[in-house]
Nanobody, 123 residues
């Protein structure tokens, strides 16, 4: 069974940090581009970051560039999203997906999705 599970979300004060995890079972994330997305209340889902499967190139939306970092740990079959200097506007449900390729920070051809993890940035 192919499965993706996100974790690491929570409540954090502005300026704080969180590290989200995207762990897979039943398949290897190494053969997929992995995208992180988020959906804020009342807003459409938006792409945040994507890491390619071919050379590990990482891409970021302008709104998170310089604050977020995406990385892979092949041994753990996990992709991480390190989020620093969090802002209130980063609040939302964060989801990861395995896809075919990155087009900039957007991940396309998504085949498997997790259920998401809630990130709330508030004082």
């Amino acid at each position: 069974q192919l499965r993706i599970v996100e974790s690491g979300g929570g409540l954090v004060q502005p300026g704080g940090s969180l590290r989200l995890s995207c762990a897979a079972s039943g398949f290897s994330l190494d053969y997929y581009a992995i995208g992180w997305f988020r959906q804020a209340p009342g807003k459409e889902r938006e792409g945040v970051s994507c890491i390619s499967y071919s050379d590990g190139s990482a891409y970021y939306a302008d709104s998170v560039k310089g604050r977020f970092a995406i990385s892979r740990d092949s041994a753990k079959n996990t992709v991480y999203l390190l989020m620093n200097n969090l802002r209130a506007e980063d609040t939302g449900v964060y989801l990861c997906a395995a896809g075919h390729y990155c087009s900039g920070y957007e991940c396309y051809g998504t085949a498997s999705w997790g259920q998401g993890t809630q990130v709330t940035v508030s004082s």
